[in-house]
């Protein structure tokens, strides 16, 4: 809608609606276009940071204490660029012994005073609105590497064509460190469920497991995309205790309010990748608790 029809609907002037709209922006609410303002989501421009930051704080927060968990000492991960990441990182700075490989400075920021967490950042341009950095020396940088797991966040999450995000650029560099990673791990609030972007950076079939919050029970976009990405082979850890609900003790850290976020693993449907090959590869990266907790799920069906 312009601003000329916004005021007129809401019986104000142009100027109070353009400060409106600002405001609105920064909470993510809508995109300003030149004269005028679009829904989010879809294939519309990527926000930068200082509006991502504000948006599921709380789902976020629950997301990182779960894929913390999945973090033993010792190990070398790749962290993409992300707020959703950032916050991973500030849990990983408890992780003695790890290696983590980046490209955003707000990761490398929070594991800066980590003594027990080796920090190694990419190559590349600053991308100044999602502080990270992109282009070939990042992609080259990741040559030759080789972890354990990689994590990463994007714009969108569809069963249909995986994680995408906005940018050509973060797309790319995402590509490469998805590429020298044995796992990968999405990292999505509901508010991506559903939601398609530009550029895909992770296809489904490579998503080994997603990490995500409970979507409230009236979002039904959410919820089937949930289950049809589970139909598909991808593991569902759902963290509760995001204001939605609460944990039962002793399943994470702890949140806010004294809640805990807890951890349920949805079924594992399908095998993705088919042959002997892949299902040996399969079971030598599932730690033990990954084997008790699927052979648990099993026993229950």
Known sequence: MSLRELARVVQTSEVTVRRDVRALEAEGLLDRRHGGAV??????????????????????????????GLVE??????????????????????????????????????????????????????????????????EQSLQGLRV?????????????????????LSASVDRALVQAAAEVVVLADHTKLGTDTMFQTVPTEFITRLVTDEPPPHDDRAQSELQALAD????????????????????????????????????????????????????ALADPGDRARVADLRGRR
């Open 73 to 138: 000492e010792g190990e070398a991960v790749v962290v993409g660029a992300g707020t959703t990441t950032q916050e991973l990182a500030r849990r990983l700075a408890r992780v003695p012994g790890l290696t983590v490989v980046t490209n955003s400075l707000l990761v490398a920021q929070a594991l800066a005073h980590a003594n027990r967490v080796e920090v190694v950042m990419t190559g590349g341009t600053l991308r100044g609105s999602n502080y990270a950095l992109v282009g070939s020396g990042a």
């Open 232 to 283: 598909q082979g991808v593991q569902i850890a759902v963290a509760a205790g995001s204001g939605l609900q609460s944990g039962p003790p002793g399943t994470g850290e702890g949140l806010p309010g004294g809640r805990r976020p807890a951890r349920r693993e949805s079924p594992l449907p399908v095998q993705r990748r088919t042959g002997a090959a892949a299902q040996l590869r399969a079971a």
């Open 39 to 68: 829904l989010p989501g879809g294939f519309t421009r990527e926000s930068g940071f200082p509006q991502k930051s504000h948006l599921a704080t709380a789902e976020k927060t629950a997301i990182a204490d779960v894929a913390a």
């Open 148 to 168: 354990s797991r990689a994590f990463l966040s994007g714009s969108g999450l569809t069963a249909e064509r995986g994680l995408s995000t906005s940018n050509m």
